[in-house]
T-cell receptor, first 110, second 111 residues
Framework: RKEVEQDPGPFNVPEGATVAFNCTYSNSASQSFFWYRQDCRKEPKLLMSVYSSGNEDGRFTAQLNRASQYISLLIRDSKLSDSATYLCVVRPPGRRALTFGSGTRLQVQP | EAQVTQNPRYLITVTGKKLTVTCSQNMNHEYMSWYRQDPGLGLRQIYYSMNVEVTDKGDVPEGYKVSRKEKRNFPLILESPSPNQTSLYFC??????????FGPGTRLTVL
């Protein structure tokens, strides 16, 4: 089983739609969680950290469910510029490294 | 401007010809790492460094070497490249283990 699993998509949604991605992780003791965004052929960039209490940044909301070992990302009012691959990232316990999921591709259409 | 730079950005080489990909950061970060990204496999860490002269293996270190003689630089060395090392490589730096700042990537093709 992969340490971090994501649905690869693509998710094709119209502008203005709300879309949600989930990501599951295998190690229940994992400590830190993030969503990164990667545009085609570009480097990944941090979108937001995911806290136990959940957090929101404008149109983006991230949630952590430790009991079920998944994190989610909700994007409201999708824009064309949101089209990208979203990477779920976890830091397993005792490791000085981040584990990246393979990413979920989002395509927002006019 | 705070940034991580990598060179070259694109490289086509042949099996067995030693190469070095440079990485430099101007943010005074202690932690640096190298990743490779392959379709369907996500980003996988090759090596990382906690500080000058401190390096350790990541998940896929075979066939690679690194050095950290200065805080700002973290070159990736392929002593004898093989076709299975064809990939997109990213260098990253971080003030701690979390929140990595990535370079623009190096697309390597080994024939």
């Amino acid at each position: 089983r992969k340490e971090v699993e994501q649905d690869p998509g693509p998710f094709n949604v119209p502008e203005g739609a709300t879309v949600a991605f989930n990501c599951t992780y295998s190690n229940s003791a994992s400590q830190s969680f993030f969503w990164y965004r990667q545009d085609c052929r570009k480097e990944p960039k941090l979108l937001m950290s995911v806290y136990s209490s959940g957090n929101e940044d404008g149109r983006f909301t991230a949630q952590l469910n430790r009991a079920s070992q998944y994190i989610s990302l909700l994007i409201r009012d999708s824009k064309l510029s949101d089209s990208a691959t979203y990477l779920c990232v976890v830091r397993p316990p005792g490791r000085r490294a981040l584990t990246f999921g393979s990413g979920t591709r989002l395509q927002v259409q006019p | 401007e705070a940034q991580v730079t990598q060179n070259p950005r694109y490289l086509i080489t042949v099996t067995g010809k030693k190469l070095t990909v440079t990485c430099s950061q101007n943010m005074n970060h202690e932690y640096m790492s190298w990743y490779r990204q392959d379709p369907g496999l996500g980003l996988r860490q090759i090596y990382y460094s906690m500080n000058v002269e401190v390096t350790d293996k990541g998940d896929v270190p075979e066939g690679y070497k690194v050095s950290r003689k200065e805080k700002r630089n973290f070159p990736l060395i392929l002593e004898s490249p093989s076709p299975n090392q064809t990939s997109l490589y990213f260098c990253a730096s971080s003030p701690r283990f979390d929140e990595q700042f990535f370079g623009p990537g190096t697309r390597l093709t080994v024939l």
